[in-house]
């Protein structure tokens, strides 16, 4: 018997909906699948078979995150395509500041409504992110709540797992004064501090459609340009040059996130006029009238990673990040201190 229930459409919920969303995103999930995927999506549980040959000690490394309040954004500009890279950005990118490789990632979506067109174009995104890593999206989830959600607003958050051998997770005790950090852009804002974005812009559809040259676009596709996925590039430059630890720049901008990647007793000397700021971030400021000191510690301030290595090392890291397609420069050094960031 065809699986349909008339009482709980009248509740809010279709399920034939939410089959029709699974077709449509089908084709987007087969991008993602690689032989170690064993199973096929519709099953209780996604598997994957593991691939750690040349390792000792493998060790699993996990990691979650959601969009935030970006999401808002793409409501206002009804662009649901690009968010769910966001969403695998935000995992994968913390797992390779462990050295790790990530394997397979999963989906949530929550929704109020489930409107099949809408939820597989989110998928889409999610699948895209995926394809950029290399990793399998194996399995998710959609769940529409009624009455939980409105009707056109929905919330997504992932899951992913990558792993390394236990000798190459990376280890910040290896750090020692004069150690560098080497900034790799980012694209954008990122998918952090859109709440005080949206103060200060008092979000709506009207102001998101205002071009601004330095953008050199509008603030709605500027300010919903996905997060930049670094695992290619790191992978490689893992390969090439010893790395000694890895922030991923996110909420809490520098202060709280590069403080994270460092020994005890050091601190990361940045000179302010170093900091290749992008336009967004100027806009942000003038226009919020933001302290500097909150914007650093709000935002990555176009600084998406900060990697460190040691100084002999850094010609061969910036020209191996810039082969890799990454905007990669010096952005301070490491000294004795426990100030966490001496940012001047």
């Not at 935000?90 to 390779?96: A, T």
């Not at 979506?109 to 989110?122: D, S």
């Not at 792993?163 to 990376?170: A, G, R, T």
């Not at 990454?326 to 960031?341: K, M, P």
């Amino acid at each position: 018997m065809e699986s349909y229930s008339e009482s709980y459409k009248k509740a809010g919920v279709d399920v034939t909906a939410g089959y029709q969303a699974v077709e449509l995103m089908k084709s987007h999930i087969a991008r993602t699948m690689s032989k170690n995927v064993l199973t096929d999506i519709g099953g209780f549980g996604g598997l994957y078979a593991l691939d750690v040959s040349g390792m000792k000690q493998p060790v699993l490394v996990s990691s979650t995150d959601g969009v935030g309040t970006k999401l808002k954004i793409a409501f206002l500009m009804d662009k649901h395509t690009t968010i769910g890279i966001d969403c695998v950005a935000m995992c994968v990118n913390d797992i390779i500041c462990c050295g790790a490789k990530p394997q397979f990632f999963l989906d949530y979506i929550a929704l109020g409504k489930n409107f099949p067109k809408k939820v597989a174009e989110i998928v889409s995104g999610v699948a895209e992110g995926c394809v950029q890593v290399g990793c399998a999206l194996i399995g998710g989830e959609t769940a529409e709540m009624p009455g939980f959600y409105p009707e056109d607003e929905y919330d997504v958050a992932g899951f992913a797992v990558g792993v390394v051998d236990q000798s190459k997770i990376l280890n910040s005790n290896t750090q020692k004064a004069g150690d560098v950090l080497i900034a790799l852009q980012s694209s954008g804002v990122h998918s952090n501090g859109y709440s005080l974005i949206r103060k200060v812009f008092t979000v709506n559809s009207g102001n998101l459609a205002r071009h601004f040259s330095d953008l050199g676009c509008t603030l709605g596709e500027c300010l919903l340009t996905p997060t930049k996925i670094y695992v290619t590039a790191i992978q490689k430059l893992l390969q090439e040059v010893t790395v000694k630890s890895i922030a991923h720049i996110t909420g809490g901008g520098f202060y709280e996130n590069i403080p994270r990647a460092l020994k005890k007793g050091l601190s990361a000397r940045i000179q302010r006029c170093d900091v290749q700021v992008l336009p967004i971030f100027d806009l942000i400021a003038k226009t919020g009238k933001i302290p500097e000191h909150d914007m650093f510690n709000t935002f990555n301030m176009g600084v998406g990673m900060a990697v460190c290595v040691a100084s002999e090392d850094v010609d061969k890291a910036i020209r191996t990040l810039r082969d890799a397609g990454e905007t990669a420069y010096i952005l301070g050094e490491l000294v004795e201190s426990n100030e966490g960031i001496i940012l001047k």
